[in-house]
């Protein structure tokens, strides 16, 4: 059976790595659902979150004020997720404080190659835009466009795509059928980025509020042309460098929307202009999203709590 390793796990996995085991080993850190760990009755409690403000299995306990104050620090993954839980919940803004996820280090694609083939690459999960992504491709009349799905509920475990993959089986069906589509299925975090160079595009016309996007993260750290909605966290995550479609609930109009742009950047990808941009994209990811840094914040912040107490 496997285990869930979707963003949160990978997190952790990163956390444990890049920062002093002397430091975490004196707090207790839960990820994104209140209490799913008791509470420690010595050490600093952080909760970590990473799941929306909307999301049923937390809404009801932040909903109760006397819950805030149960939890030491609240760390969250962006400013645009922060800002939704002090809206929505009022929580304790000064045991708030904002660390965002990050990324290890990733092959970025040959900006100089030219070949008519432009590959475009989708692996969230179903639920986050597939049905939209697929829409786009039909609508794509540019042959050498053609996409490799990865998009399955695997990726949270043998136990959860058991019981959720069935409600995808047409779009993941209909992706198999699709002439300028190979479905692929779900390959594991490591293969993705040792290949995501191989790829031109990350093409992500998102319908699930992001409160922040690894895979978009490393999309840009691979140096891929990013195309996604300006929905959730989103629009902070991938900052100046992304084209933004303006999300949109009419999901046939956002496809059309997303196939125009697609078809508009495709030609271009060799432009001087468009090769700096990329060029860029991936120095400034490398430099603020690398868990180097995230970690330094991360070891800073755990200091300043422990010598606090």
């Not at 929306?52 to 993954?77: A, G």
């Not at 609508?139 to 399955?152: H, M």
Request: hydrophobic share 35%.
């Amino acid at each position: 059976m496997q285990e869930p390793r979707g963003g949160t796990e990978l997190q952790f996995e990163y956390l444990k790595k890049h920062v002093d085991k002397s430091f975490l080993d004196k707090v207790q850190i839960t990820t994104s659902v209140p209490e799913k760990i008791p509470l420690h009755p010595t050490k600093p409690n952080i909760l970590w979150q990473k799941n929306s403000y909307d999301q049923p299995n937390l809404r009801p306990w932040f909903l109760d004020k006397n819950n805030h104050k149960k939890y030491d620090w609240y760390v969250f993954n962006s400013h645009w997720n922060y800002e939704q839980f002090r809206k929505e919940f009022d929580v304790p803004t000064e045991k708030c404080l904002v660390i965002k996820n990050g990324i290890d280090n990733i092959k970025p694609r040959d900006l100089q190659k030219k070949d008519k083939k432009v590959k475009l690459i989708f692996h969230p999960t179903p639920w986050r835009g597939l049905n939209v992504m697929l829409a786009t491709m039909q609508l794509i009349k540019n042959p050498n466009i053609e996409l490799d799905v990865y998009s399955s509920c695997e990726v949270y475990g043998t136990a959860f795509k058991q019981m959720n993959d069935k409600h995808y089986e047409e779009l993941y069906s209909q992706a198999k059928q699709l002439p300028n589509v190979n479905y692929i299925g779900y390959k594991p975090n490591e293969y993705i980025k040792e290949n995501l160079h191989k790829y031109d595009m990350f093409v992500y016309p998102n319908i699930w509020e992001e409160t922040f996007c690894i895979s978009a993260v490393e999309a840009m750290a691979a140096g891929l042309y990013i195309i996604t909605t300006d929905f959730g966290a989103l629009y902070e995550t991938c900052a100046e460098f992304s084209t933004y479609v303006p999300y949109q609930h009419n999901h046939l109009s956002l496809a059309a929307n997303f196939a125009f742009a697609v078809e508009n950047a495709a030609p271009n990808l060799n432009n001087p202009g468009i090769q700096k941009h990329l060029k860029f994209q991936i120095e400034y990811t490398n430099q603020y999203y690398n868990w180097n840094k995230i970690g330094m914040a991360w070891t800073n912040f755990l200091k300043g709590i422990l010598n606090a107490k």
